[in-house]
């Protein structure tokens, strides 16, 4: 069956149906079709409609089946997967709290964002487009009241938020996850602090009794130990990406720490958190490129030991391999993989922009 339109110069136009769809023959003009505002959009659009929009500088649009797009971009669009952890928080002196994971953002399917969230919505990005990329540092450790939370880490539009400080005397400090409170002399019972919803749990508390049992930094897949009379708080587990093609865990809290004429036993961490000290030693510091929160410093009587460094964050762009990255201007340092059909960046340093091609 066919259908004959007349108006083309060459007299008319004919548009046949055939197996592979309709077939426009014998024109030599030109076809119009809808021209109009955003606001007059279809109402309900179907797949393939086609359109010239005059409220985006007369781009013909198609709609996908999810949006409108212009014509073209469709083939500049590609889809990327992240991992965006933010630095890990600075474990308090003797005494003192874990320090808080820092913020943990994933969107591969079937895994989780930290908080208890699931994963988020991989990201839509373009050919030719600058994307900015920041790999946040983790936050300093003790002496009493100087450890400080993580850095933010950056890609794009998802922001990971810094780790929280542990507490030395005081409560810890809210961030990606949460520090641990501290104890010392009559310290009260401080209340946890909290972590960022779908990025961390909260900070452990202490036991309320002087100079015993800190808190353990929160970690992005549990809240951080509660100290004891006989226990020092431990970190809060991490969770665990497929990203780079094997699971790796990563943003575990810092672990609690005391003193040798009270707890001795450190607080635990894992997942890149670092334990708490022990008789008068220093906090273990969070692994570089986890996120992990430092451990805090303990006590041995005489001489206060410091509270040890949060880890620095990561970032990690899973895309097709047919995209190929660059970093304009530098700052940045990462590698890249490919297998099985996607490259894989990780960015372990530094802030800058990049783009694709």
């Known amino acids: 069956m066919a259908i004959t339109i007349s108006g083309g110069s060459a007299g008319t136009t004919t548009i046949e149906g055939n197996d592979g769809g309709a077939q426009l023959t014998g024109a030599t003009g030109a076809l119009t079709i809808p021209v109009g505002t955003t606001a007059q959009r279809p109402g309900t659009p179907a797949t393939g409609m086609l359109r010239l929009n005059t409220d985006t500088g007369d781009v013909v649009e198609v709609y996908d089946g999810t949006a409108w797009v212009a014509v073209g971009d469709q083939f500049n669009l590609f889809l990327a997967n992240f991992l965006v952890i933010a630095g890990g928080g600075g474990g308090g002196t003797a005494f003192g709290g874990g320090g808080g994971a820092g913020g943990y953002r994933c969107s591969v399917t079937g895994e989780s964002s930290g908080g208890g969230a699931s994963a988020e919505s991989s990201l839509t990005l373009a050919i030719g487009t600058t994307y900015t990329v920041t790999v946040g540092g983790g936050g300093n450790g003790g002496p009493s009241g100087s450890a400080t939370n993580g850095n933010n880490s950056v890609f794009a539009t ?23 409170a501290g104890s010392m002399g009559g310290a009260p019972t401080f209340a946890a602090a909290a972590g960022t919803a779908n990025q961390g749990f909260a900070g452990g508390q202490n036991t309320g009794s002087a100079n015993f049992g800190p808190g353990g930094g929160g970690g992005a897949g549990g809240v951080g130990g ?28 810092g672990g609690g720490a005391g003193g040798v004429a009270f707890i001795t036993t450190p607080g635990t961490a894992t997942d890149g958190g670092g334990a708490g000290g022990s008789g008068g030693s220093a906090g273990n510091p969070g692994d570089s490129n986890t996120g992990g929160g430092g451990g805090a410093g303990s006590f041995n009587g005489s001489a206060w030991a410091n509270g040890a460094g949060g880890g620095s964050g990561v970032v990690i762009i899973k895309y097709p391999d047919t995209r190929t990255i660059s970093n304009p201007g530098g700052g940045l340092t990462f590698t890249t993989a490919t297998a099985g059909g996607f490259s894989v960046t990780t960015f372990t340093v530094g802030t800058g922009n990049v783009s694709f091609a």
Do not use: K, W
Request: net charge positive.
């Open 226 to 253: 509660t100290g004891t009379t006989t226990v020092n708080g431990g970190g809060g587990i991490g969770v665990s990406s497929s990203i780079t093609g094997s699971s790796v865990g990563r943003a575990g809290g």
């Open 158 to 180: 998802i922001t990971s938020t810094g780790g929280g400080r542990g507490g030395s005397g005081v409560a810890g400090n809210s961030g990606g996850s949460g520090g641990g």
